[in-house]
């Protein structure tokens, strides 16, 4: 469930929870993978292949907290959608 960036902070350890580590490789933390886990709407958007915005033009507002557990952008996640054009990007300030 965890994205190539992700890989050298989250290890899967031989009891299937994840090793939070540091820079530095200390184990700093113990996760489990969640079985239901919650997913933000532009995941559900990727898993459903952007069906719904598909041949329109699409205006993103969003702000930097706006990431998926991949570390991806709203933005470069639609950026990447086939056929959906992001018309305009606004960020808004937290």
Known sequence: AFGKKDERFF???GDGRFDCRADDGAVV???AEAKNAVLLGN???A???F???AGKRVELITNPSGMNRK???PLAVLRAA???SVWRCSWSRL
């Open 11 to 13: 290890q899967r350890s």
């Open 29 to 31: 933390g113990r996760a």
């Open 43 to 45: 995941e559900v958007l």
């Open 47 to 49: 898993a459903e292949g």
């Open 51 to 53: 069906k719904v915005l």
């Open 71 to 73: 570390l991806d952008t």
């Open 82 to 84: 086939p056929g959906v």
